[in-house]
């Protein structure tokens, strides 16, 4: 846990941004003054320890600068340095507040700006492996609107991006409440939110999922209606709530660039000035920037080949500029405005001289160049493995550089949504099931064509199977395991009726975790004695140790279970 301002030390200056600007020295408030002034500390503050040029300064604080900026500017530096330093000498540079040739440089730590520490804990919120302590740990440090009451371009343009890094952090905190089985308290601190940000459909979408995942699907359907636009996102899950399912992020067997990766990831981990990604053509570019940020919170713009323009970017951590390359002069100067209103930018490009005057305000270059045999020949194994004998899926997966994630997600994504929900209860089936219980969990046989025409299933004698096993594991692992619960317990249903195997249908109320009355115990009852004997005695278990059981079938079952407990070595517990 990182440190809390009040206790650092006496001579520590402590920058706080994420509210009202403030400076802390030992606890204690540094009277900043003017907003003019604020507004200067504040961009200092979010380059500690960088050179922030006198350039940046005047575009950070004027639209269009006065005359007089720059002897403004000197001006703030000068009442600045008095409040840190006050035992300075005059007219000299200070230890804190630095002068050098371009600029100046504020020396504080990364721990003493707490927009720094946020962008830390954010990148981590971010991981798969992120836990609920981190969210709450950045959610935390937020004291009120980000520079609240500074003017200028970069002040604005931070208020934008730190109020949609909160946002996306309730989100994520509501998404990991979800899959620790808290729907109910996700819903309850969404609900609230969501009607403050009507039309912020990423908000409507998580509050959707936990309504569902808490029982409440009729609520969930609601609020799709209750708010503004309604994206294909929202529209697939308002869909799916029939059958109950969603996606999340798998291993994406990207191939190669372990050097790339790693420096393009620590340079967004905590995003600042400009990433220059660089390359001729067809060396992966893109491939790259997708590895990294794909379903980070980035604005993703690309530069058009016809025209030369770029889109104004939607609010957004960082703004991710692709095939620079084509960009003309309105192109090149909006990615200038955006620097100098410090926004975040990742520019990928091919070589290009006269990009210079965008290349030198770079905080880090990372250059493409071939890729090694080794990698070549894994992507070619990647082809062969993975494909399934498909010459499409396989030309897809060269031009993605073996990245199997996300050719097998663009072929999913290019299905129609009535569709993918059928084949996610298929892909929780397992390996080669039968026609028949395919048709069993998923009834009609014109779904059934279509995806054989789609080739996402092939039928071999009486069983089908995925085309290629990539795109069932995504549809499977993309479920939160409390949609997955749900579903695992339909198909158990379905498959009984359908006389399907005892052994799949045992295996499915056990995935699921099934409440053992009802249809189950009457089913189990009737086929305890087809059940392999390990299996039998796990559901047993399963069964007796419910509450819910009716007496007669608790002293059914528990006979049952002592008998084949009896009859050889029992099985470990599952």
Same mark, same amino acid.
């Given at each position: ?146 520079? @609240? +009451?500074?003017? /200028?371009?970069? =002040? &604005?343009?931070?208020?934008? $991006?730190?109020?949609?890094? #909160?946002? %996306? ?82 291993? @994406? +067997?990207?191939? /190669?660039?372990? =050097? &790339?990766?790693?420096?393009? $990831?620590?340079?967004?981990? #905590?995003? %600042? ?302």
């Amino acid at each position: 846990m990182l440190r809390a301002e009040g206790v650092r030390g006496v001579g520590t200056l402590w920058a706080g941004l994420l509210g009202p600007v403030e400076a802390r020295r030992g606890g204690v408030a540094l009277p900043l003054g003017s907003a003019g002034r604020q507004a200067v500390f504040a961009i200092l503050a979010m380059g500690a320890g960088q050179v922030v040029t006198r350039t940046r300064l005047v575009d950070g604080l004027w639209e269009r600068p006065p005359a007089s900026a720059a002897r403004i500017i000197q001006t703030y530096i000068g009442d600045l340095r008095r409040v840190f330093e006050p035992d300075r000498v005059r007219w000299t540079s200070g230890h804190l507040l630095r002068t050098t040739e371009s600029g100046y440089v504020l020396d504080l730590s990364d721990d003493d700006v707490d927009v720094r520490v946020l962008d830390r804990l954010y990148a981590r919120a971010r991981t798969a492996s992120a836990d609920l302590a981190v969210v709450d740990e950045a959610l935390a440090l937020w004291r009120g609107e980000p520079l @609240s +009451g500074v003017p /200028g371009p970069f =002040a &604005e343009g931070q208020r934008t $991006r730190l109020t949609e890094t #909160r946002l %996306a952090l309730v989100e994520q905190r509501a998404r990991l409440l979800v899959d620790a089985d808290r729907a109910g308290d996700a819903a309850a601190e969404l609900t609230v939110l969501t009607t403050r940000y009507p039309e912020r459909e990423s908000l409507r979408l998580v509050l959707m999922t936990a309504l569902a995942a808490s029982g409440r699907p009729a609520r969930a359907i609601e609020v799709f209606h209750e708010g503004g636009r309604t994206g294909d996102d929202l529209r697939a899950l308002h869909e799916r709530l029939l059958v109950g399912t969603q996606p999340a992020r798998v291993h @994406s +067997g990207y191939v /190669g660039r372990t =050097a &790339e990766v790693a420096a393009l $990831r620590a340079a967004t981990a #905590r995003p %600042a000035g400009l990433v220059w990604v660089e390359g001729a053509a067809g060396m992966g570019k893109s491939a790259l920037l997708r590895e990294v940020l794909e379903g980070a919170p980035v604005a993703w713009c690309a530069v058009s080949e016809r025209t030369g323009e770029v889109a104004e970017a939607q609010p957004a951590d960082l703004v991710v500029v692709d095939d620079a390359h084509w960009a003309g002069e309105n192109a090149i100067r909006r990615c200038l405005r955006w620097l100098a209103e410090g926004v975040p930018l990742v520019v990928a490009t091919r070589p290009r001289a006269d990009l210079a005057v965008l290349r030198e305000h770079a905080t880090r270059v990372i250059t493409l160049g071939p890729l090694a045999d080794a990698d070549i020949a894994t992507i070619a194994d990647a082809v062969v493995r993975e494909s399934g004998g498909s010459p499409g899926f396989a030309t897809a997966l060269v031009a993605a550089a073996g990245n199997v994630e996300q050719v097998a997600k663009a072929k999913i994504g290019s299905l129609p949504g009535v569709l993918v929900e059928r084949l996610r209860r298929v892909a929780l089936l397992g390996v080669d099931p039968t026609r028949a219980e395919v048709l069993a969990t998923a009834p009609g046989v014109e779904w059934l064509a279509d995806a054989l025409a789609a080739d996402v299933l092939r039928a071999s004698g009486d069983h089908v199977r995925f085309a290629q096993r990539s795109v069932q594991r995504i549809l499977v692992e993309g479920l939160p395991r409390a949609v997955r619960v749900v579903l695992h317990r339909e198909l158990a249903k379905d498959l009984a009726a359908a006389a399907a195997p005892a052994d799949l249908v045992a295996a499915h109320l056990l995935d699921g975790v099934a409440p053992m009355h009802g249809w189950a115990s009457d089913w189990l009852a009737d086929n305890v004695d087809a059940l392999t004997p390990d299996l039998a005695v796990r559901l047993l278990r399963h069964a007796v140790d419910q509450d819910s059981l009716s007496a007669h079938a608790r002293t059914a079952f528990t006979a049952a279970l002592v008998g084949l407990l009896l009859a050889g070595d029992p099985p470990p517990p599952s």
